[in-house]
Structure formats: structure tokens, C-alpha cells
């Protein structure tokens, strides 16, 4: 596989307690850096195989992810450089598994790729003493083609709640670069 900034990653996520109970098993067989759809008897399934730069089994955890796919790219924000974790995938593939992990009520839960990316970026600030950071973040989602930001509030109740919100626009400037209009 040639080198290159973008790395394609996968990671199947684990049965949900739902699968389990109704008996499902695993849909997929993982080689190396190769995935291949199987059949409920555990054949693989013919032309479904597909290489990325790495794929990482339903065991595999967020903090082993982060260590090799997140924090080089944390570490180069922090040198100046622009970076991107984008999670992409199916409804219930495990994007937000992933990317939040879990609530923290279960033995072995197990922190998400954005609690350890700020994580990171805050050891990493602390760390650097002689140096003064700015620092901007966006969290947006896209679903059903429209883009929210997720990290958009308004106050409810005196408590910050998440609005409803009319959904943000891709714009291209003279200049070609591209941003979101009204994105925080």
C-alpha cells in the first residue's frame, strides 16, 4: 500500500446486547489489514474482501485506536498542522461506539476517540510551556445529506441544551477554500 496522509481505517464493533440475545454472530472475518464479509456459517463470502491500512477487530479497544490511528494526528495538529478523524459508516456500524465510547456505567467501559483526542491535546498544551496555543474545534455531524453542528447550545431551563437548528451550508470562497457557513 503506497504512503499517504489519508488513512482508511475500520473497526468492527462488537454485538450489541440485542445481537447476542437473538443469537447473531459476526458477520465478518478479519486478516490483517484485509476484512471479508462471512455467511452465518462462517464462509466468506465470494468478492468481499477489501484491504485498508488497517482493520481492527470487534476486541480491539478505543485507547489501542486512538495510540495508532488518532494521537499522530493530535500530535500534528499540535505542530501546526490541520487534522481530521472522520467516522463514516451505516446506520448502528459503530461510528458512535467508536468515536464517544461508552457511558461509563459498565465494568470495562471503555472512553471514545474524542474524549482521548481532547485528552491528548490538553497534555500536549500543558507539556509545551514555551508556547501560547489557540484553539478551535468543530463537531459536526452529516446525516441524510444535511450538515448539524453538534456543538451548537442554547440555554433551556437555566441547563444548556441542544437546539434545533436550521442545517449549515458548504460554501466554496473566490479563493476555493471551502468551509461551513456558521459552523462553531
Not at 448502528?92 to 465510547?101: D, R, Y
Request: hydrophobic fraction near 35%.
Amino acid at each position: 500500500m503506497s504512503k499517504s496522509n489519508i488513512k482508511v481505517v475500520i473497526r468492527v464493533r462488537p454485538l450489541n446486547s440485542r445481537e447476542i440475545n437473538a443469537g447473531c454472530g459476526q458477520s465478518w472475518e478479519i486478516e490483517k489489514d484485509t476484512i471479508t464479509q462471512v455467511n452465518e456459517r462462517g464462509r466468506a463470502l465470494v468478492g468481499t474482501a477489501a484491504k485498508f491500512a488497517h482493520v481492527y477487530d470487534q476486541a480491539s479497544r478505543s485507547g489501542t485506536i486512538y495510540k495508532d490511528v488518532a494521537m499522530p494526528i493530535i500530535d500534528a495538529a499540535i505542530e501546526g498542522y490541520n487534522g481530521t478523524i472522520f467516522a463514516y459508516g451505516q446506520t448502528s456500524s459503530g461510528k458512535t461506539h467508536t468515536m464517544l465510547g461508552d457511558d461509563g456505567s459498565n465494568a470495562g467501559a471503555e472512553p471514545g476517540i474524542i474524549r482521548l483526542a481532547v485528552q491528548g491535546i490538553f497534555e500536549n498544551i500543558n507539556r509545551s510551556q514555551d508556547r501560547e496555543f489557540l484553539l478551535r474545534i468543530s463537531y459536526l455531524e452529516i446525516y441524510n445529506e444535511n450538515i448539524n453542528d453538534l456543538l451548537s447550545a442554547a440555554v433551556v431551563d437555566g441547563a444548556p441544551a441542544v437546539t434545533a437548528q436550521q442545517p449549515l451550508k458548504v460554501r466554496e470562497s473566490t479563493s476555493g477554500e471551502i468551509s461551513v457557513e456558521g459552523l462553531n
